[in-house]
């Protein structure tokens, strides 16, 4: 446990990436979005949402790949054992999960009640993040923390298990699948089907139940797999 505590610890030594950068593009992001929609001009008919909550969620993709691919020659160096490496970083991002959401949920309270910052602003409480529950509206920011970070982990502990021929095999599996699938729900004519079932889907199975089905056999093949991974 204390090594898993370490490993944890030792992300924030490089804060700018993990804390610094993620809020500061946010935070750019944001800025460019409330400084457009405060030039066009308030409408009544006319409700801006954009898609600038992103940022932060890509920024912590990228992150947690680093910390793989970075920090996992450093840590066995040191003698930590690939478990506990594993560990501390699952530690880690499920900690930054809790507390960003915690605050992304805070600034969408506050964008509702300023009438989206006095500009009809639509940023952080995008449509279908508004649900009634305040605990699945929560869960609705954290849960794609924790999906993003898990497949990040799972690209790095591709590569450093199997290098560079990983990482191109993995490219081509994946391009063979989603052209495949496109292929057959083409032929098929499923495209409207598959855009009414997920239109049907309410915002709490998108953003929280799906991706938590997905997060956690994500998490189990990248322990698998960095089990037998070299530095």
């Known amino acids: 446990m204390n090594r898993t505590l370490t490993v944890a610890r030792m992300q924030f030594v490089a804060w700018r990436s993990v804390v610094g950068w993620p809020w500061a593009i946010l935070l750019l992001s944001f800025a460019i ?3 457009l929609f405060s030039a066009m001009g308030e409408k009544d008919d006319f409700e801006p949402t954009t898609g600038g909550l992103m ?11 680093s910390a793989i691919t970075m920090d996992f020659p450093f840590a066995i160096g040191l003698g930590v054992s690939r478990r506990s490496f594993y560990l501390g970083n699952v530690l880690h991002f499920v900690g930054q999960a809790i507390v960003y959401a915690a605050v992304l949920y805070l600034l969408a309270v506050i964008e509702q009640a300023t009438d989206g910052w006095g500009v009809n602003l639509r940023f952080f409480g995008i449509p279908f993040l508004l649900v009634e529950h305040p605990v699945l509206r ?12 898990f497949v990040g982990i799972a690209i790095a502990v591709v590569f450093k298990r199997w290098g560079m021929n990983g990482m ?3 490219s081509a599996v994946a391009l063979v699948a989603v052209g495949g699938s496109a292929v057959l729900v083409t032929w098929q004519g499923w495209w409207s089907a598959i855009g009414g079932w997920f239109a049907d889907q309410p915002g709490a199975a ?4 799906w991706p938590a089905l997905l997060t956690l056999p994500l998490a189990v093949v990248s322990y698998l ?7």
């Open 33 to 35: 979005n409330l400084a």
């Open 55 to 65: 940022s932060i969620y890509v920024v912590m993709f990228v992150a947690s790949i």
């Open 138 to 149: 929560y869960l609705g920011f954290a849960i794609p923390f924790l999906l993003l970070g």
């Open 168 to 170: 191109l095999t993995l």
């Open 206 to 209: 998108l953003l929280v139940g």
């Open 225 to 231: 797999i960095i089990r037998r991974a070299t530095p």
